[in-house]
């Protein structure tokens, strides 16, 4: 169960802003190191997933889950997390993606994973909605 939760963009560089709530509840202060470990759930079509924590709390992961990999990275003093284009590549995750963050773990030793939501654009509206219904413009 996620204890918090939020969303963010992938910008220019691989670069994910934290939101400032879930920067306070994981104690992930700026120029912090953290790891992250790309995982993925075993036979199934559901897209990688990034758990990032503090190196002395690992993540529970299930044991349905396979790490693809693992590293290191940092926070900026903006507080957004840089990746790199090969850890960009496998989560699948491209300029522009919204991606939803959720915090967990026990007191003082929480972990966020970031999930690859849609493909973002402001520009996007639906033609139908569920239950075929038009959307009035």
Known sequence: MALIRGFSKVDKGGKIAIPELIRRWTQLAPDCLIDFRVTRVKDTRRQPHIYFFKPDHPPYPSPM?????????????????????????????????????????????????????????????????????????
């Open 65 to 137: 889950e396979v790490t693809i990999m693992e590293g290191t990275t940092v926070i900026t003093k903006e507080g957004k997390i840089v990746l790199e284009d090969s850890i960009l590549e496998e989560a699948k995750l491209e300029l522009g993606h919204l991606v939803e963050m959720k915090v967990a773990g026990f007191q003082g030793a929480h972990w966020v994973t970031l999930f690859n939501r849609v493909r973002y654009s402001p520009t996007y509206v639906p033609k139908e909605t569920k239950g075929k219904q038009k959307v009035k413009r």
